[in-house]
């Protein structure tokens, strides 16, 4: 299953103390287990999605704008 499309977890984070923070959602392909990893800048978070979708994982990425809405 692929995680584009959906919405990540809600977490309390004060995204205004934050510069800049990515999400990268995780779905591991053989146990359907989903992890949330975060990351401070767009390339760190665009790097470790190329890595695991090679390896077979479904991702996606949330930027501070799609966690701010409601």
Same mark, same amino acid.
């Given at each position: 299953? /692929? *995680? #584009?499309g959906?919405?990540?977890p +809600?977490? *309390? $984070? !004060?995204?205004? &103390? #934050?510069?800049? !923070?990515?999400?990268? =959602? $995780?779905?591991?392909?053989g %146990?359907g =287990?989903? &992890? $949330? =990893?975060?990351?401070?800048s767009l390339?760190?978070? $665009?790097?470790? *999605? !190329?890595?695991?979708?090679q390896a077979?994982y /479904?991702i996606?990425?949330? %930027?501070? !704008?799609? #966690?701010e +809405?409601?």
């Amino acid at each position: 299953m /692929s *995680a #584009l499309g959906r919405q990540p977890p +809600r977490r *309390a $984070v !004060a995204i205004d &103390t #934050l510069k800049a !923070a990515y999400s990268l =959602e $995780v779905e591991n392909p053989g %146990s359907g =287990e989903t &992890t $949330v =990893e975060t990351y401070a800048s767009l390339p760190a978070v $665009v790097e470790r *999605a !190329a890595q695991l979708i090679q390896a077979g994982y /479904s991702i996606g990425i949330w %930027s501070p !704008a799609a #966690l701010e +809405r409601d």
